[in-house]
Structures are given as C-alpha cells and as structure tokens.
C-alpha cells in the first residue's frame, strides 16, 4: 500500500517504551542517599539538565556539580553505584513493550520505510539503550548526549532525516508530546503525530495537543499514513471508533438502490467494521476508507480486488445531507492512483443500480464508461429486482485522460 511518508522517526520514553509503572531512580531516591536536602539538590541538578542531555557533562559529573555546591565528598564507588541503579531502572523500562508498536513497526518496514528513534537522553540512559532489543529494530538512533542537540531543536530532526537519506518534509514523527516535540518536527518541516496508547494509561493522562493529529493506539499511525487528500477531501482507513459515524450514513432506511445496505443496526455496523479494520491490519485485497470533510465523517469509499485477474471494483457512500456536492466523484477520482499506480490494476470497475442516475453520474465524472446495461440485481432485503449496469475504465484510458 501507497502512504505518504519515506521515513518515520519516533520518540523513545511513552511513545515505544513506558516508565509507568515500573520503579524508578529519581532525583528523591539520589537525594535521600547522598543525606542532601531535595530542593537544594533539585535545584543544582536541574543547573545542568542541558549540559547533561547534550553531551556537555556526563551523570557522574552532574552528580560531583550537585556535591560540590552542596559542601559534600562523593566517592567514584557511590557514583558508580548511583549509575547502576539508573540503568538498571531504565533497562526495566524496556521489558514491556506494547505488542501493537511492534506490530506497527513490521507494519512500516513492509511499506518499505526507513525509522529512527530520536531521544533526549543523558549519558545512563545512552548505554541502556544501545542495548535494548527494541534498538535493533530502527536503521538509526539518535541521541541527544550523543549530537548535542535535543528536542525540540530541530537540528536534531534534521539530522535523523540525514541519516536516513530523506528529505524532513518525507518523514513523520510519532511522539507523545512531551519536551515541546511535536512543535519540534514541524519547526523542522516533517509532519507530526501524538501517540497517546501509553499517556492514556496513565494518572494524570495528557490531553491531546491542539493542531496535531491524535494517535489513541498504534494503528492509528498506519491509519493516518495511508490517508489520501484531495482539495476538499481526506479519505481514512476505517477505524474501530467509527462505527456511529459509519452507521449514520449506512444505516439510513431510505437507502434502496445498493446490495447490502442499509445496515439494520449498530451492531450490523460494528462486523463490518470489525472486517474493514482487519482487512487493513492483514493489507488484504479490500481497503475500506471513509470520507471526511473538514474532519467530519460523511461517507465511505472502497477499493476491492475481483477474481478477474487485474479488476479491481469500486464503490461509495455519501450520507445523504451531503450529496450533490461533488464529493462521491472526488473521492473516488482519489482513489484511481491507488488502483493503477500501487496495487497494478489493468482495469477499475463499478456497478450501479439502472435507476440510479446519481451514481451514473460519478462513473461518467470519473471517466469511466458504460460496458454493460444487460445486468441486473436482487435486493435481498426486499426482494425488489432491478437493472444494473457496469463501467468501466482502464488503465491505459485513465493514463489518457489525466
């Protein structure tokens, strides 16, 4: 499948690793055993909070700046100490990992995209990482001890996009938000995404971040990498949280003039989403999109493979407050790239009921002309029989037409 992106990069703690719910190191617990008052100490460590996270001390020279001030000795045997229970805390972070951001990542490498992991890390941190298992997944890491830049500057973004070889107005970053990152890779010219699967879990879960889209679980990354937009259009895979949306435009009882609809309930509506999202997940041979206009979901539209070899079948839905604008053959102009330039179809058809001139319509806007008026349909939850007609547009007429 077709997506957007020729890279994506991705923030480290919250977004692919959670340290939620697993027993830190913090600035209490270094505190408590070094017998330094918290706030005295929260105040010179947080003195060196950039140097430590750009390279320019390590964390057993944070921790000598913070004894200094404070009047105290501290040994390289305390130090050493203090380090090991850093990375051991840190390296529990990586014991758990969502099963669905790996699924997401395989998802990406299938698509043929390069990652990157771009993190705020301190010197502990950087070997716990390096480490990890989750590391071998990504072509680059990028650390900010390591280039000394870090979020959100966006010369550290910048530098993830020059490892990978990709132009930073090609990739996505897929953050939780924390450290002002999203604003971070936009200032740096990519596009952004908030991941919220692990922050929703927690306590005090972050609200979404205004002007950046929403990722409540992985596969709403795959979700909105594979959205296509036209001038007035964004055409989305169907997700889980669509099924009201779906069913205000599917379920309409004035609906008789296509096989198989309406719904006659949510819970009609719910299978066929269950369906379209799995087909999805399994980059099956039927891709179920819907429609939106400025965010709002109006209709459906979907591309499915028949048994000819090289067809392809075409199909939409426009909820009925939103017909005669245009938008059923706008979306559906959208999705002919697909057809003929990603999954390599020789011909794209539709059919229609022979009644239905609005649908007619859009097979004509679209190109595609009339190869059949002898069919016809039985409506089985009517049992009303119809005419049915069949365009068509191949490959070659659509490359002509453009």
């Given at each position: 499948m077709q997506v957007k992106y020729k890279a994506v990069l991705f923030d480290l703690f919250e977004?692919?690793?959670?340290?939620?719910?697993?027993?830190?190191y913090t600035k209490r617990e270094m505190s408590a055993d070094l017998g330094i008052d918290r706030e005295a100490f929260n105040r010179y460590w947080e003195e060196k909070t950039e140097e430590r996270y750009t390279g320019g001390i390590s964390f057993e020279e944070s921790l000598d700046y913070v004894c200094r001030q404070c009047g105290i000795a501290i040994s390289d045997e305390t130090k050493a100490k203090f380090v090991e229970k850093r990375t051991a805390t840190k390296a529990a972070c990586f014991t758990y990992v969502n099963a669905d951001v790996y699924l997401l990542l395989r998802k990406i490498k299938e698509f043929g995209l390069p990652t990157a992991i771009v993190s705020n890390c301190s010197s502990e941190e950087v070997t716990v990482l390096r480490e990890s298992e989750i590391c071998e997944d990504f072509d680059e890491v990028v650390l900010s001890y390591e280039v000394h830049m870090k979020k959100p500057d966006a010369g550290i973004y910048l530098e993830a996009a020059r490892r990978l070889g990709v132009a930073p107005e090609d990739c996505l970053f897929v953050g939780d938000g924390g450290s002002n990152e999203l604003e971070g890779a936009r200032n740096a010219g990519m596009d952004a995404i908030q991941a919220k699967w692990y922050t929703n879990c927690l306590p005090d879960a972050r609200g979404s971040l205004p002007g950046f889209p929403v990722a409540e679980e992985p596969a709403d990354v795959i979700r909105y990498m594979s959205r296509i937009e036209t001038e007035r259009l964004v055409l989305r895979p169907v997700a889980p949280?669509?099924?009201?949306d779906i069913y205000?435009?599917?379920?309409?009882?004035?609906?008789?003039?296509?096989?198989?609809?309406?719904?006659?309930?949510?819970?009609?509506?719910?299978?066929?989403?269950?369906?379209?999202?799995?087909?999805w997940e399994l980059d099956e041979n039927d891709w179920e999109y819907v429609i939106l206009l400025d965010g709002r979901?109006?209709?459906?539209?979907?591309?499915?493979?028949?048994?000819?070899?090289?067809?392809?079948e075409l199909g939409w839905i426009v909820h009925r407050d939103y017909r005669g604008h245009g938008y059923a053959s706008e979306a559906a102009k959208a999705l002919l790239p697909l057809a003929f330039d990603v999954v390599g179809a020789e011909r794209v058809r539709a059919h229609c009921d022979s009644r239905n001139r609005a649908s007619e319509r859009v097979m004509q806007k679209i190109g595609m002309t009339l190869r059949d008026a002898s069919g016809s349909r039985v409506y089985e939850k009517t049992g009303v029989t119809s005419g049915e007609y069949m365009y068509v547009i191949t490959k070659e007429e659509w490359e002509e037409g453009k």
């Open positions: 977004t692919l690793i959670t340290e939620w719910g697993h027993k830190k949280s669509d099924v009201q205000a435009y599917a379920g309409d009882r004035s609906i008789n003039m296509m096989m198989f609809l309406p719904y006659e309930s949510v819970e009609e509506t719910e299978k066929f989403v269950e369906w379209a999202v799995s087909n979901i109006i209709g459906g539209i979907n591309l499915e493979r028949c048994e000819e070899e090289g067809s392809y």
